[in-house]
């Protein structure tokens, strides 16, 4: 079994939506604000695996990063979401949007543990046990 999941997939781009969304496209928000987006906009409810590596390959690409205690978009993000903005389907014109980006397992390493510092498992965790879900 490979190590990363170098594949973009739905859940990707659900998670990227919730992040404009509780952001606003500019500053950052807590894990707990995004997740609730994500199911305000279709029910969604990531599940810990699919929103760990979702910001596994999102910060491997430079679009996500962790400052403080919340996730934020990058302006390298946001600069290639202008080109898509106002998009019908935006979660389908950022699908296209992150199958333009490559996902390489040497740029997974360094997300992983800085994942693993913002305590991701324990805040999704507590999300479950606030909001319920799963």
Same mark, same amino acid.
């Given at each position: 079994? =490979?190590?990363?999941?170098?594949?973009? $997939?739905?859940?990707? =781009?659900? %998670? %990227? &939506?919730? +992040?404009?969304? !509780?952001?606003?496209?500019?500053?950052?928000?807590?894990?707990?604000?995004? #997740? +609730?987006? !994500?199911? !305000?906009?279709?029910?969604?409810? %990531?599940?810990?695996?699919?929103?760990?590596?979702? %910001?596994?390959? #999102?910060?491997?690409?430079?679009?996500?990063?962790?400052?403080?205690?919340? +996730?934020?978009?990058?302006? =390298?993000?946001? $600069?290639?979401?202008?080109?898509?903005?106002?998009?019908?389907?935006?979660? &389908?014109?950022?699908?296209?949007?992150?199958?333009?980006?490559?996902? $390489?397992?040497?740029?997974?390493?360094?997300?992983?543990?800085?994942?693993?510092?913002?305590?991701?498992?324990?805040?999704?965790?507590?999300?479950?046990?606030?909001?319920?879900?799963?």
């Amino acid at each position: 079994m =490979a190590k990363y999941n170098l594949e973009w $997939q739905k859940p990707d =781009a659900q %998670l %990227l &939506e919730a +992040l404009l969304l !509780a952001t606003g496209g500019e500053g950052g928000a807590p894990l707990q604000e995004i #997740l +609730l987006m !994500a199911d !305000a906009v279709d029910g969604t409810v %990531l599940t810990h695996e699919e929103l760990e590596q979702g %910001l596994e390959k #999102l910060m491997s690409v430079g679009y996500v990063m962790i400052q403080k205690n919340k +996730l934020l978009l990058t302006p =390298a993000f946001m $600069q290639d979401y202008d080109d898509i903005m106002g998009a019908e389907d935006e979660e &389908e014109a950022l699908m296209q949007l992150l199958k333009g980006r490559s996902l $390489q397992a040497e740029n997974m390493d360094e997300p992983k543990i800085l994942i693993k510092k913002y305590k991701l498992k324990s805040q999704y965790e507590a999300y479950l046990e606030q909001f319920g879900g799963e």
